[in-house]
């Protein structure tokens, strides 16, 4: 299958990002106002994520899980199963990549990873644009009507709290 149509299903984890906020603020008893105080944001902002209008950013995601004592992989609540370089979900064992020992990458896409290195020297903006080409049938699956401009934005919060990409942020820090 083409990998634009696979990409179309990260709708789901977006999904997840808006539950995993309002499953920690419910666990804390806390107001979206209490909540938001803390993390110096503002109630709207709160309101946002957990409509799953916006996706908190990377350095919003470190503080709530600063903040709250949680990891990042905790907060967002990985699904088994999304690859952490496209986001695509890995549903059956042929849709993920291999180790080097040819086992089954649980972390990891067929098309991103193989024998344990990537496949392709891709960027972030690659795939960005990539996933925008098949932006009608994510929009169909999801029942979204997102313009170019919005999903890109969803995108570009979406992409760095994957795994691949929070490496190479942090890479570029040091
Ligand atoms: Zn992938």
Same mark, same amino acid.
């Given at each position: ?33 209490? =909540?938001?105080?803390?993390?110096f944001v ?6 946002? /994520?957990?409509? #799953?209008?916006? *996706? ?7 503080? *709530?899980?600063?903040? =709250? ?17 496209? #986001? ?12 080097? !020992? #040819? ?23 690659e *795939? ?7 932006? !009608?049938? /994510?929009?169909?699956?999801? #029942?979204l ?19 691949? /990409? ?9």
């Open positions: 299958m083409c990998q634009v149509l696979k990409l179309s299903k990260k709708e789901v984890s977006t999904i997840e990002t808006k539950d995993a906020i309002l499953g920690l603020r419910n666990r804390l008893n806390m107001s979206q106002d209490e =909540f938001a105080e803390k993390l503002t109630r709207q902002a709160v309101s946002r /994520w957990e409509n #799953g209008d916006t *996706i908190p950013n990377t350095d919003t995601l470190k503080l *709530i899980a600063k903040t =709250f004592n949680i990891s990042v992989d905790q907060l967002l609540g990985y699904p088994a199963g999304l690859c952490q370089s496209c #986001g695509m979900t890995l549903e059956h064992d042929s849709d993920k990549g291999t180790e080097q !020992d #040819g086992s089954k990458s649980e972390e990891f896409c067929a098309f991103c990873y193989q024998r344990g290195n990537f496949t392709q020297d891709i960027t972030m903006e *795939i960005i644009e990539l996933n925008l080409q098949a932006l !009608d049938e /994510w929009n169909k699956a999801a #029942g009507q997102l313009t170019e401009q919005e999903a890109r934005i969803q995108l570009q919060q979406f992409l760095p709290t994957l795994k691949r /990409w929070r490496a190479v942020s942090a890479s570029e820090n040091i």
